[in-house]
């Protein structure tokens, strides 16, 4: 079974994680996968949302966009229409609950660190691709405060990758390409920590139904998937002279 | 293992599913669920969407709400405060996404069937049963198309119906009321279609990762609760003259 | 002279206000007047508008809405369309300023009662209905602050009810339902006390301008229906064990 | 009795209505009442709403705004706020509806009339200003059409104006200034035709419910200071060389 | 060569700066030039942005409209369509960086002056127009700020003053009004001060690029017509009893 | 005289201008100037807005975004603020009247390119950047309309590029960087043809005004640096295989 660019079902699109991309950012990397390219940064600041005044915890918050043309046709910039869109609102809950999943909000102490995904350029799978490359960003500006003393331990306890899965013309592939994922039966998104569970699972049915047997190889082949990006994003962080020591 | 409201872990909340709850819509009914209550309502708009202006196919899209009181703490209003949250859109989105993918859209024609959901007292639980409800109203308004000659089959192909299932102090639970929701360590959503398939899968972990064998024992507890569900769907829409023929 | 659903002139639609409708709010019911169904809510808040602090004054106001299928034909989502319209504004200014009439807001002490009114179900005199179940609402969320000790006397110093009236055909009629006041001549809402006072007066030629002999007549009708709505709204602070002790 | 700028209980503060007053509407003028300077313009459109396509019938329609500094204190810009507040919202729509409730739709054929009232100073009584003089902006423009060949009848059928009333210390008066309606009990505006009848009657209690002898009285000082203002509107259409002559 | 309203290249239209034009403001100017008619208001208010909280410094700032029958034809009010254009922000940034080039911020001390700026008739020229008014209405407030002691001296440095130039069909010509401004080929604003320095230069090819020889022509004229600019603010000040003392 | 970063004062920060960035924009750059970098990028649409239906002529227009960390500090995404700042469509609007300078409208026919510039690193020149990077995106789009017969000759007429120049403590300098850009006392942007003439000149004293003496000095600085501008321009796109033939 080859799949259109000739990968194996099992197979991730080749991924890279460039480091310290831009040079404002706390953290920032641009991670490619494939065609897709997500700039992901990380942001301090030295104080928190009105719920958490006063608890000593910090907060992790996540917002997405694209570029016009990061798309094969030109998508109308959420700036000029107003407003966000659902789409985008949705994905960026998502990184941001994803992120503080792994995170000790205690170690963090009163601050927020702001996560930006922009999507220069679109070929499916932009939403995990923006989780994956957020982590490295993340991790890389809570080394900056351990560095710093301004925190005790590193907050982020332990590693985080997504990748997408799915069904097409009845088969299981990893890692969807856009022309896969746009005649795809079943998406699914998963969200997983370096230790196996699972931290979000977001699984639709584009059309037809699955059945527990299908969900479980998808599963299979995230598992997969996952335990090749945390590789990557150690490797990245080592090349930025942070090791990762769980 | 007693919940605090006396149920079993595998318990589903008192159901009710009032059908002709209001008298303008071509379908309506008031779902309850323990506390929450659901106005669920579907509406016949004979065009569809541009992308879909020539296609020979329908469309079925949804809209939610919740009162300001439906909540313990008053929410401020959407329409005041100029735009709808993340969480709404989120909820909206799946909604009409869940519909979608049991609904045959050649059998529908070129019309719209809009989908209301308004929350008038939420207890957890509000998103599956606005689609549980939804379904009934969507069933109802299509068996009226059906009965005035617009379409030739009853475009709802299979039943459908979701529910809640969460881990709460280590314990497994169906159907999480508010007080439980928002102590729960995991929280999955849950759509499925009446011969067992899925449709949709939201699982997000509130702090703690979850294992695949968590994943699989919530899984077993919805499938029992959407059984049921499906049942009173089901005897709600007998009890407004409509059997369902599967 | 015979109305379409067979009531004379003077004679008001069956109303029914149901007390203790939701179980959040400090106050609540359900008000239905005819078809016409409105849920009010009054919500109590430990804090005042900026132009209030200070003052030991207290603040009422009210917001408005419709589900969108109330109505027979499905009316767009305020909180889609991003902005609530000139009606709703006008309403809910309404409905504020004609139950701040009868508070004593150096009573209330600087706090605020937030009045929600959501039409469920439109059939004609649904600012009217609010008005009328809103005073229900307020009257018991005042009780609960009454019985709690953190007022010294019930703010709501007077009874208040409103009613629709009109021209049609040619004849002044009380009451109007949706069939009648859109082919109205005249439309005039009234906002009376107990003592017969006017508290709002808004009459529109819808065409044809009126006289001050009709506008008279219209005076007497809507005196005649306030007077059967104020024994309505007693008897339902009755059934929640609040006698009215004016 | 005298009033705090000296006028009797029954006096107005002095009109002037000064025509053409811009170079580019159709129809235009300043009013003055006192110290309350509003410039109405009428602008043709050869257009009508999607609801009159097809009708013959036109449309009239009323947009209302006031400077910032009309006011003793600034008003911060509702186009920098992003939208128009409910105030505006209620005035414009009175606006409308009173000026449409004299025009003969199908004399005027299917085009739409704007107008458009804005305040420049502010010394209470600006929406019953603004009705005054756009109705004079109104009929200019309307005897252009007429002129022109375009309309084959005047389209305005009748003359009409407005004026505020209300009760201050207990003593009614006609044409309130901002010192008196800032004090006010009652407040009530009155649109009135020439052959007395009434076409909008909004009264409002600021506190103290009023009588039907107070509402009464009120009636019959808006009623001498209406037949004074019918008579300037005269004037100045007399001086743009457009006798009125019903 | 001689222009369609008979001027010569270099001759303004007749200025007109009516001073004490409304009654609450600071300082309040009505600006004519040819047709070109500006209201233009300075509101003292005794706070500043958050940037210079505690700098000891105040601040200008401005904001900038039209009456939609300004205009030949009309244009929608900002305030209905719910945001100000990016030529009114362009504008009303202008207006403000203009004057603050000639305001001691330390000796305004930490106080804000609101400049308005609101088009009644537009026939070319208004944000230089609005420029030049504003600078009478900003020195008048601050010449009662001096007067009231609030200031020890006047914030004001130095006189300002804008005008437009342009190319039309090969011609450059001063103060362009609509007509040629909508055929000109170049379009340049300029703003100076007394001591003839340039604060603002914005000069834009409407088609055809310009060379340096007719930029140098375009400034000759400029620095003409704001030396009688000049000279009419400071018959305006004089004439409400402020001399400027440079 | 030696700049912060050693250049001199007519020298520009390194330039590189990466022709064919993205994979799906019929023309996309990223141009690089100093550590100011922006992608542009130009999208051709096959239609005109309304104002040009019929005409036979094309449109080119622009929009402009900066990522949130694009910048020292993070700056609030312009789509979650829901609306673009004025200094964006200042911006903007200055990008797309530039490029429409040199582009004849007819050649291109009926049809719109959209330009986006969307900043990813900002350390001043955003929008002279933005102008000189767009304009090799648009050449590239329109040469491939003409390779594919789309139109019969290159709509883009001209050479084009932008700088900024400026005076820093009393000198002059060519192409600022963000920390001298920030205390300049005059700030100049100039957009000029290949020919040497002017298409925008737009010159802002930031405290103190500036002589004509001192504009030609910043003019002369200018028109180096768009010199050797105009060299990287072809150089890029001879790099694409697209030879300039003027």
């Known amino acids: 079974m080859v799949r259109s660019d000739g990968r194996s079902a099992a197979q991730l699109r080749p991924v890279r994680i460039e480091g310290n991309y831009l040079m404002h950012p706390e953290g920032s990397v641009l991670i490619t996968v494939g065609h897709t390219k997500v700039i992901c940064t990380a942001t301090v600041e030295e104080k928190v949302p009105p719920f958490l005044k006063g608890s000593g915890k910090g907060w992790v918050t996540a917002e997405y966009g694209m570029l016009p043309r990061a798309t ?16 985008t609102l949705e994905i960026q809950r998502l990184i941001g609950r994803a992120l503080r999943s792994v995170v000790d909000a205690a170690a ?3 601050r927020t660190i702001w ?5 220069i350029q679109a070929d499916g799978g932009t939403r ?8 490295v960003a993340l991790y890389q500006a809570c080394a900056k405060l351990l560095a710093a003393g301004l925190v005790e331990r590193q907050p982020v306890q332990e590693g985080l990758a997504a990748v997408s899965v799915g069904k097409v013309d009845g088969e299981l592939y990893l890692d969807l390409c856009y022309s896969e994922d746009s005649q795809a039966e079943v998406d699914m998104n998963v969200v997983m920590t370096a230790s196996g569970n699972l931290v979000e699972l977001q699984g639709t ?15 299979d082949l995230a598992t997969e998937g996952i335990t090749q990006l945390l590789r990557e994003q150690k490797a990245a962080l080592l090349a930025l002279g942070i090791p990762i020591t769980e």
Chains 1, 2, 3, 4, 5, 6 share one sequence.
């Open 72 to 87: 094969g046709s030109r998508t109308q910039r959420e700036a000029a229409r107003g407003k966000q869109g659902g789409r």
């Open 108 to 110: 963090l102490k009163e």
């Open 115 to 119: 996560i930006d995904c922009d999507v």
């Open 128 to 135: 995990t691709a923006a989780i994956t490359g957020a982590y």
């Open 205 to 219: 049915a584009e059309g037809v139904p699955f059945s527990r047997a299908e969900m479980n190889g998808m599963l």
